[in-house]
């Protein structure tokens, strides 16, 4: 399996390269030179099967020789048993045929853990063996930051930096990057919002100089390693309810389009799967560019679900590729309007977009109404951006196909929205509920690449 840059003319990459590289050197994002198919016989041997073993099965085609099959059921192994749940990703029932799937049970409650643990195994491995050392650097809204942390606390081989936006994070998010102790990871509360975070982030791996020197490696979104890990569970509840046998849609709460795109994914590789709909809070460039308005650059609002304050959304890109044939000069020179503001989606590439994907946003007083309605009408307590997609889910599920909404994080981890809408303020689980005693630990920096760059490279001794 050999990877390819979404702007086509970085080198091809095997499996491994392209998890430890991350943004490829032209730019732009890897993907897969061909997506594997799986057969209905493979699909329907998933149903009742652990999700580990589904795991193995949806992500097996596309590692290549990067492990051997024990390896690779050990490192998927070892990912999954910090999970609090036993299915991992367990489906609860809302509604007649609308399902939530609960993909918050990880170590740092939401979906990114799901990715991330897997990748700081594959990592450790991969690096273990080649001796070799590299410093992660990534930008977040929140969850990826304490996500990836989590996954790489304490492992030999890397140092962990994370970029996030001084006080736009939730107090729990904050506290699960800031508190663990160990010495390879750094928290960096940047003066700017989450848009900032990852520009400058981009800018470091353009830094050719830079990259080179500490051995830059990303762990975002845009990893296809992460994009992958994210394909398993919709395989795994689309199978519980009764796939490939039966069709299934989903909704999908959305920021950075990572998420989505994994659905889109699982659709290519086989599942099948009716509607694929984006749900975007008030930040919602990707909804109005779904429905034909092009893909114009506003400001962030601060929202109640800010894991989707989001006006870029890098992992459009790979859709984009996909929507443009593959032509990566085509992707390039969006990239390039993109610079300049913004630019409009060919009528070609839109029909393209619009067979895939639907959309839908909802505002703050909807996502507020969601959570106060769906306490009272199913006893479940939903995180805002649950509430988002389970918003939009509702205005567009049809009664004849399951959808099914992707709840994206515990409400716990969003208690000052959920308490507001609500009354109830949703306690920590038990096994994290003395975060808020621990010590914090973290380092203010100016929105400016030379500072950010001088920081890593003093706490490094490089
Ligand atoms: C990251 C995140 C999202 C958005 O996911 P993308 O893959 O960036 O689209 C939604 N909800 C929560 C809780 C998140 O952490």
Redesign the pocket.
Known sequence: MRYISTRGTAPILSFEEAMLTGLARDGGLYVPEEIPTLTKAQITAMQGASYEDVAFTVMRPFIGDTFTDAEFRELIANAYATFGHAARAPLVQLAPNHFLLEL?HGPTL???DFAMQIIGQMFQKALGRKGERVTIVGAT????GS?AIEAFRGLDNVDVFILYPHGRVSEVQRRQMTTPVEANVHALAVDGDFDDCQARLKDMFNDFEFRDRVKLAGVN?INWGRVLA?VVYYFSSAVSLGAPAREVSFT???????????GYIAKRMGLPIKDLVVATNQNDILDRCLKGQGYHKGVVHPSI?P??D?QV?S?FERALFDAYDRDGNAVAQLMTELGQGGFDVSQGAMQVLQSIYKSGRASEDETSDTITTFLKTTGELL?P??AIGVKVADEQREEATPMIT?A??HPA??PDAVEAATGIRPPLPPRMADLFERPERLTRVANDLDALKSHITKALNL
């Not at 809204?141 to 990826?144: A, P, Q």
């Open positions: 918050f939401a979906f990114k809204s929140g969850d990826t996500a979104s994210q999908v709460p959305t920021g950075n389009f990572g998420d989505i795109f994994a679900s894991s989707m989001i959304s992992n995180c951006h649950s992707l994206t994080a981890k969003f």
